[in-house]
């Protein structure tokens, strides 16, 4: 059974930054890709950021390129979201998730999730 654990939310002003995290545990971490995904209320869950196994690629949305970081820690099993200049409209629910497939960025293979933080974005 694999399990994910976000934390790290939390209400943050305008140009602000925030560190997600994600702990994962119940199959083997450091064989997995790794991505990050949010929903705004009213909104689609859309995609925000991926990580290959080793870390080695990442791929973001043009939304969030430049501004957010994403990193694991396979000895920790973590996968990590550095969330800078952070704007009114990153509000949202964050997940973490993991896919079967080796790479993906497409929302509906990803086959588990986390719980979800709550960002918030005052203006």
């Known amino acids: 059974q694999v399990q994910l654990v976000e934390s790290g939310g939390g209400l943050v002003q305008a140009g602000g930054s925030l560190r997600l995290s994600c702990a994962a545990s119940?199959?083997?971490?450091?064989?997995?890709?790794m991505g990050w995904f949010r929903q705004a209320p009213g909104k689609e869950r859309e995609f925000v950021a991926a990580?290959?196994?080793?870390?080695?690629?990442?791929y973001y949305a043009d939304s969030v390129k430049g501004r957010f970081t994403i990193s694991r820690d396979n000895a920790k099993n973590t996968v990590y979201l550095q969330m800078n200049s952070l704007q009114p409209e990153d509000t949202a629910v964050y997940y973490c998730?993991?896919?079967?497939?080796?790479?993906?960025?497409?929302?509906?293979?990803?086959?588990?999730w986390g719980q979800g933080t709550q960002v918030t974005v005052a203006s």
């Open positions: 998730a993991t896919p079967r497939s080796p790479w993906t960025i497409q929302k509906y293979e990803y086959d588990y």
């Open positions: 119940g199959r083997t971490f450091s064989s997995y890709t």
């Open positions: 990580i290959s196994w080793s870390g080695g690629t990442t």
